[in-house]
């Protein structure tokens, strides 16, 4: 009975940080810098690693599909202002669609006995999350533009890849800082 209030409780918490962390991607969104490709460089990528990195692979993606449902009902939680299917299907829709895989790839938490392989396959498995979201995101815009997929990967993708790697680093060291101080017990 106690171990079962107890998952209770953890499952709410996680609900509760699902629904904070999205409103925190939101926010980050809104940190945008217009290029001319039409992709803008964002602080998106932060908030999605810690979606993954806080609530782990099954609430991470959760709270990006939360993201991605009020954004297309037109809340403007995308870069710019920004909401409704128009921003889905627009240019930029392909990475939107990414941070679904990227949270659930940065949520991945093995269990290892080595503390130092645990966190080496933790920043790994980040890395293939901007892998996940940068490939529907190339493709879709390759799509849309009429470019070959290398042109579209030069434009939308490489400019990215450092400040996205940096996101996901930044928001792995951030969440283990947090951990020690125990304020995600349970999660």
């Not at 810690?50 to 609430?59: F, H, N, Q, S, V």
């Not at 949520?107 to 490939?135: R, T, Y």
Request: some cysteine.
């Amino acid at each position: 009975m106690q171990t079962e209030k107890a998952l209770n409780r953890n499952e709410i918490k996680r609900m509760a940080l699902s629904g904070l962390i999205t409103a925190v991607v939101a926010a980050l969104s809104q940190v945008s810098f217009p290029l001319p490709s039409g992709v803008p460089v964002t602080l998106q990528t932060f908030g999605v690693a810690l979606a993954g990195y806080i609530l782990g692979w099954k609430w991470g993606a959760i709270s990006m599909l939360l993201y991605i449902a009020l954004g297309a009902v037109g809340v403007p939680v995308f870069a710019g202002f920004r909401g409704g299917v128009a921003s889905l299907v627009g240019l930029t829709g392909g990475f939107i669609i990414g941070f679904v895989l990227m949270a659930a790839l940065c949520g991945v938490k093995p269990a290892l006995e080595n503390k130092k392989a645990e966190a080496a396959l933790e920043i790994v498995s980040g890395l293939l999350g901007i892998a996940a979201c940068h490939i529907p995101g190339v493709l879709w815009f390759s799509y849309l533009s009429g470019n070959t997929v290398a042109v579209s990967f030069l434009k939308v993708s490489l400019p990215y890849i450092l400040k996205d790697a940096a996101s996901v680093a930044s928001a792995w060291f951030l969440v283990r800082f947090i951990r020690k101080t125990g304020a995600l017990k349970g999660l």
